[in-house]
């Protein structure tokens, strides 16, 4: 399949691209024509995707940074931009999950989610709107889920996807006159590492609720990160693109 060059010599940050979604969109972004920074806690992840990117003709930049870690997150950027010079695009998509009934989540679980989740973007958001606020560019897509809308079982994980659409509509307003874009999409259930952990029971009940009937590839998800990440998308900020295969126009779907 050849796609569209819309991203040539863009350089791109995705935070926790050593698999799933984010492994998917730096893929996608480098056969777009971006150079990557691709960000993960685990190295030999980060690396084998690194090398990918390479074998396609583009820069790659590994980094196994925390981003829920401030100073970390900083160093990240910093890093970044000696390589590269400058940065055009923020994937915040280092996500994790610690689901728990509310009675039984521990203060730890909650803690652990909000951090990687909601801090993680802020920190990266905030380190690199300086460098865009700088050269009145930039393109910012957070990942969100629809679990934003509430999900039994995801109270960490629920509140932190709604604070990251809150954060999106907050720096949208707040940017777009750096011309800075900052949108948000809400996957519904992808085939990634991530859901692999859910039971086949519960994953098939999930899919009968599912307009278009399948689970969602990382590839569906990568398409509109780029069309995001693209200036086909200038006039688009504040937005939440939900890309659930249509589970949620119901509704939450939960
Ligand atoms: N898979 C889905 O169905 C789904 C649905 C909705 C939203 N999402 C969101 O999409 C994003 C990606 O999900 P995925 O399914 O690819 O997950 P994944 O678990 O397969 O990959 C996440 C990656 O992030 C890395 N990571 C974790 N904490 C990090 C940190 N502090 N700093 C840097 N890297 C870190 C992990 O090492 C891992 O490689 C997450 O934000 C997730 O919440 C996923």
Redesign the pocket.
Known sequence: MSFPKRLTDKIAII??S?????AATALRMAEEGAHIVV????ED?AKQVAGQIEKLGRRALVSTH???NTAQANALVDEAKKTFGTIDILVN????TRDSMLHKLTEEKWDEVIR??LK?PFNMGQACAKVMMEKKYGKIVN?A??AWLGNIGQTNYSASKAGVVGLTRTWALELSRYQINVNAIA????D????QAIPAEVKEKFINKIPMRRIGKPEDIAAIVCFLASDEANYVTGQCIQIDGGLTTGGAGG
């Open positions: 935070t926790g050593g698999r799933g979604l984010g960000n993960d806690i685990a992840a925390d981003v829920s998509n280092a996500g994790i990687v989740n993680g990942l889920s629809i996957p519904g259930l992808i990634t590492q991530m859901t």
